[in-house]
């Protein structure tokens, strides 16, 4: 029980279009979801947290319109990559807190790679 | 939020062997939580002890916890081949109640 489908798991694009990134809850509602950036041989760095029918809150030094999240239900948020650039090319991992447990709960990570 | 630390950075074990990883965190915690990260994959949990518990077991994994110290570690017995993978450590807890990362262990278990 308890699993986050994230998808795509990989993705290429060309710089300056935009990149969606769906986590969708499948056996639970999901209030607050998590957004990871994680670039190769380092730690998972949070972005932002989305919160379902609100603003998502973003860590100090994101960019709010560049990534761009919108959590409409209790089981789908999506973090969108919006005008790519190189730069942006990462994993992207989801996660959601499992209410009772304590822990949290993974998608499976987004390779974007922007060429 | 700031990273804690792990160390090593990366371990090299035979088969059969015990593994030790460290972790060091830097805000007050509810508790710590450890992650397994297979490559270019999501993360599974693996454990998770509260800041009232001193060690804590699972099947062949064994947590402790120092909150004096500000630390933890991770001792997997009897490795194999299947435990190669990095080891995240997750401080919960801090005014932000969020989970912070440490920067990792990659465990290489040779057959």
């Known amino acids: 029980g308890a699993v986050v489908s994230q998808h795509p798991s990989w993705v290429i694009c060309k710089s300056g279009t935009s990149v969606k990134i769906e986590c969708r809850s499948l056996?639970?509602?999901?209030?607050?979801m998590f957004w990871y950036r994680q670039f190769p041989k380092q730690s998972l760095m949070l972005m932002a947290t989305?919160?379902?029918?609100?603003?998502?809150?973003?860590e100090q030094g994101v960019e709010k319109d560049k990534f761009l999240i919108n959590h409409a239900s209790l089981t789908l948020s999506t973090l969108t990559v919006t005008s790519a650039h190189p730069e942006d090319s990462s994993f992207y991992i989801c996660s959601a807190r499992i209410t009772g447990l304590h822990g949290y709960t993974f998608g499976s990570g987004t390779r974007l790679t922007v060429v | 939020s700031q990273q804690g630390e792990e160390d090593p950075q990366a371990l090299s074990i035979q088969e059969g062997e015990n593994a030790t990883m460290n972790c060091s965190y830097k805000?007050?915690?509810?508790?710590l939580q450890w992650y397994r990260q297979n490559s270019g994959r999501g993360l599974v949990h693996l454990i998770l002890?509260?800041?009232?518990?001193r060690e804590k077991h699972s099947g062949r994994l064994r947590v402790t916890l120092d909150t004096s110290k500000k630390s933890s570690s991770l001792l997997i017995t009897a490795s194999r081949a299947a435990d190669t993978a990095s080891y995240f450590c997750?401080?919960?807890?801090?005014?932000?109640?969020?989970?912070?990362f440490g920067s990792g262990t990659q465990l290489t278990v040779l057959p």
């Open positions: 997750a401080a919960f807890g801090g005014s932000a109640r969020q989970l912070t």
């Open positions: 056996d639970f509602q999901a209030t607050t």
């Open positions: 989305s919160n379902e029918g609100s603003k998502a809150t973003y």
């Open positions: 805000t007050s915690i509810n508790n």
């Open positions: 002890i509260r800041s009232n518990e």
